[in-house]
């Protein structure tokens, strides 16, 4: 059933909100996320293999531990935004965001009339009843989020368009396409993707619409905390899982050793 967005709302009183890209879909870990202490959860349908059913328990799962679910959906497809909303999610991410056409589309799909033009449906949004569908309307347009993804040259200097017609309520970076974009591919350190990226945030601060900083190490987080950054993605499960894999075999390893054997 609909929920008041608390990042939504944590954003607009200048709170900071924490949150993950989630790849695995696991409803258990989607679980660990939230009890972790994270606001948000972004559920990727663009790159990972979930189909509907999937997708809707993973939200049920963020919904059970107080967790905020966004849904990154594929790109160039209204149908995906219906589902993803009709599942539950707050919000929905639009990946490659180039002109303020793609970001006019999203919100068709994503918001009732009169804002757009999202397909009517009951179920569990409406609580099976439980809310009277023209407040829901309401309700429903009010609390869900558009969240562009820039990650293409285009997108970077089409920004002030883009943020221009209104209805973001908070923007991603893709480090990593816009690495590609820039002919620099997983060089997401170099200076034309940082520079973009600073670019990006710029133009939000400028429109007053909140960024979220792709913030993987303490260093980075102090700089775009100073930069006035609210909302920060501290990287994708995966990656994460990972390094601490890694990490407790290499330290296992390192205490069980042999003893040196004198000289």
Known sequence: MLRPNTV???LATGEEVYGLFCTIPAPLLVEMIGCAGYDFVILDSEHTLVDPQQLENLIRAAEAVGLTPFVRVPEADPGSVLRALDAGTMGVV??????????????????????????????RNLGFGRIEPAEYIKQANAETMIIPLIEDIEGVESIQEILGGGGVDLVLPGPGDLSQSYGVPWQTRDSRVQHAVRQVQAACAESG??????????????????????????????????????????DLRRTCLPPRQPQ
């Open 209 to 250: 619409v909140p960024f979220a900083a792709m913030s993987r190490t303490p260093e980075t987080q102090a700089e775009w905390r100073a930069a006035g950054v609210r909302a920060f993605v501290l990287g994708q499960d995966c990656d994460l899982a990972a390094r601490a894999l890694r990490s407790h075999l290499n």
């Open 8 to 10: 939504k709302r944590k």
């Open 94 to 123: 639009i990946p490659h965001v180039r002109r303020r056409r793609d970001v006019d589309e999203a919100i068709r799909a994503a918001r009732y009339a009169p804002d757009g033009l999202r397909s009517l449906n009951g179920g």
